[in-house]
């Protein structure tokens, strides 16, 4: 069986508990528009359009902690590196080397991921706790 390979493809992290997402990657081939992009609005189409380099994966980030509005241009070993960071099981050490501000929501004790709702501040200058308590 032949396999098709994909014009873009779409990650996915969910909270543990309420199953919220809490980051969204969205990649594209070189020369293919994100899957995302036919429901952009026209001015946000021609700010992809004179960004975009045609030879380069694209990558949107739409994160809690993170996001890159309309994407960045990303070389293919960098895609490669999201791609097996973000491989199933997903675990924090895993999803760390994606090198994501806030881990993708990931508790580096529990091993799991958390939306910005289950992840507690006691103030601006402490560390978020997530629903077990443990240290961001």
């Known amino acids: 069986m032949n396999r098709i390979p994909a014009l873009w493809f779409v990650l996915h992290?969910?909270?543990?508990?309420c199953k919220a997402q809490v980051t969204r990657l969205e990649f594209a081939q070189p020369g293919v528009h994100p899957a995302s992009w036919y429901a952009?609005?026209?001015?946000?189409?021609?700010?992809?359009a004179d960004?975009?380099?045609t030879t380069a994966w694209w990558l949107i980030v739409d994160a809690d902690?993170?996001?890159n509005g309309l994407g960045e241009n990303l070389a293919e070993g960098?895609?490669?590196?999201?791609?097996a960071a973000f491989t199933y099981p997903r675990t924090y050490a895993r999803v760390r080397?994606?090198?994501?501000?806030?881990?993708?929501g990931f508790c580096?004790?529990?091993?799991v991921a958390y939306c910005a709702?289950?992840?507690?501040?006691?103030?601006?200058?402490?560390?978020?706790?997530?629903?077990c308590v443990h240290g961001r």
Do not use: F, I, M, N
């Not at 580096?108 to 091993?111: R, T």
């Open 40 to 48: 952009w609005p026209a001015r946000e189409r021609s700010a992809y």
């Open 13 to 17: 992290v969910a909270c543990a508990l």
């Open 108 to 111: 580096p004790e529990c091993d």
């Open 78 to 83: 960098e895609v490669l590196r999201y791609w």
């Open 117 to 131: 709702r289950h992840w507690r501040t006691d103030g601006p200058e402490r560390p978020a706790k997530c629903p």
């Open 51 to 53: 960004a975009r380099d």
């Open 65 to 67: 902690d993170s996001a």
């Open 97 to 104: 080397t994606a090198g994501l501000k806030g881990d993708a």
